[in-house]
């Protein structure tokens, strides 16, 4: 007899991504009031960047190290403010454009070039629950970990960078960062 996939996901235990997965820098970075998030690439090292936005300005991170390179403090600038929900890079992404996921809607990847796959199921709604998936048949297969849950904020994003490196879950007061990448590669 199989089980149905509501009770499995709502009894599935809370755990660590596995392994090539790893916290970025402290993995995870309060955030109050968070509008959005959205990646970038460096534009010295390559690496995968996170611009957060929140009600008290943008924050850039360094998703490898969990630096935060560049910081702006106006209120307003948060909010993406045109029709393609972009907000303006800072620091050493000033002058680009990032697209943003969250509050406003937009997204982010679900899927990797090489099959990891992020879902986000919801059997106690309101709380959301991730699954990050090596087979991306969390409904079926067996090879997927609840690796976030949302019981207290809310979710506003999840997913992973262009690049496949990173994986983000963001929710009104906290951003949770895992790499695969070491520092100097990705």
Known sequence: MSVNPVDRFRSAPLVPAPAPWRPAGRGVFRTGGLIGVGFAADPVTGRDLLLVASHSGLSLIDTVTGDRPARDDEEDVGWPDDEDLTCPGIGPIAGA??????????????????????????????????????????????????????????????????????????????????????????
């Open 97 to 186: 454009r990032v697209r943003m996921a969250g509050l406003l809607g937009g997204g982010l990847h679900r899927r990797t070039r090489d099959g990891w796959a992020v879902k986000v199921v919801s059997p106690d709604w309101p709380s959301d629950r991730v699954l990050l998936s090596a087979d991306d048949h969390p409904w079926t297969g067996n090879a997927w970990w609840h690796v976030f849950h949302a019981e207290v904020t809310e979710l506003r994003a999840a997913g992973f960078s262009p690049s496949g490196a990173t994986l983000v879950v963001a929710t009104t007061s906290d951003v949770t960062l895992w790499t695969r990448s070491d520092l100097g590669e990705q």
